[in-house]
T-cell receptor, first 114, second 116 residues
Framework: DTEVTQTPKHLVMGMTNKKSLKCEQH?????MYWYKQKAKKPPELMFV???????INESVPSRFSPECPNSSLLNLHLHALQPEDSALYLC?????????????FGPGTRLTVT | AQSVTQLGSHVSVSEGALVLLRCNYS??????LFWYVQYPNQGLQLLLK??????LVKGINGFEAEFKKSETSFHLTKPSAHMSDAAEYFC??????????????FGTGTRLQVTL
């Protein structure tokens, strides 16, 4: 099973709202990732968790706050977003073993900020 | 630094024709290379991966890719296109971050259109 699930599928939020995106995998992967994808562009890496510890933050604004409660779950907390933050947010996971670097992606959450 | 270049942002083929999507990479170390497919409003699906075990890699849905070190290429092919192959295709190269997590560097993508 190579499934990564994401909820919700769609989210519309105002600039003053607080919301969260959720990602879950049960493949025993120890590395998890958040990406942002704008239309007709490749995914851009936002955050990387390795063994539940944040290892990479790609200079993402503080209005995005990641959280990894356990090895299967990854959250992205959103607060005071801007319209330009509207995008497809993708979660991915990988084994976390040396030499096994392929990432498995979830279906994404389509976020619209009004 | 690692990078990939996808030649052709848009490729159009007839149903039943050969599909060829081009990817060239740049890497100072032996690369791990991947092809992903993305259908509209969906996530990325792994098509195939090169990890140095074999230069010709077979993937899902009849796709394959050949790693050519001399040409620094990893082109994706399929002998006969099907309407369901219409999608966005991304080539990616992986570098390690911490020895456990990986960092994928994506190409700009190629949109494949399949016509009747």
């Amino acid at each position: 099973d190579t499934e990564v699930t994401q909820t919700p599928k769609h989210l519309v939020m105002g600039m003053t709202n607080k919301k969260s995106l959720k990602c879950e995998q049960h493949m025993g992967h120890r590395a998890m990732y958040w990406y942002k994808q704008k239309a007709k562009k490749p995914p851009e890496l936002m955050f990387v968790y390795s063994y539940e510890k944040l290892s990479i933050n790609e200079s993402v604004p503080s209005r995005f706050s990641p959280e990894c409660p356990n090895s299967s779950l990854l959250n992205l907390h959103l607060h005071a977003l801007q319209p330009e933050d509207s995008a497809l947010y993708l979660c991915a996971s990988s084994h976390g073993r040396t030499g096994s670097y392929e990432q498995y992606f979830g279906p994404g959450t389509r976020l619209t900020v009004t | 630094a690692q990078s990939v270049t996808q030649l052709g942002s848009h490729v159009s083929v007839s149903e039943g024709a050969l599909v060829l999507l081009r990817c060239n990479y740049s890497s100072s170390v032996p690369p791990y290379l991947f092809w992903y497919v993305q259908y509209p409003n969906q996530g990325l699906q792994l098509l195939l991966k090169y990890t140095s075990a074999a230069t010709l890699v077979k993937g899902i849905n009849g796709f394959e890719a050949e790693f050519k070190k001399s040409e620094t290429s990893f082109h994706l092919t399929k002998p006969s296109a099907h309407m369901s192959d219409a999608a966005e295709y991304f080539c990616a190269v992986s570098g390690t971050l911490t020895g456990t997590a990986s960092k994928l560097t994506f190409g700009t993508g190629t949109r494949l259109q399949v016509t009747l």
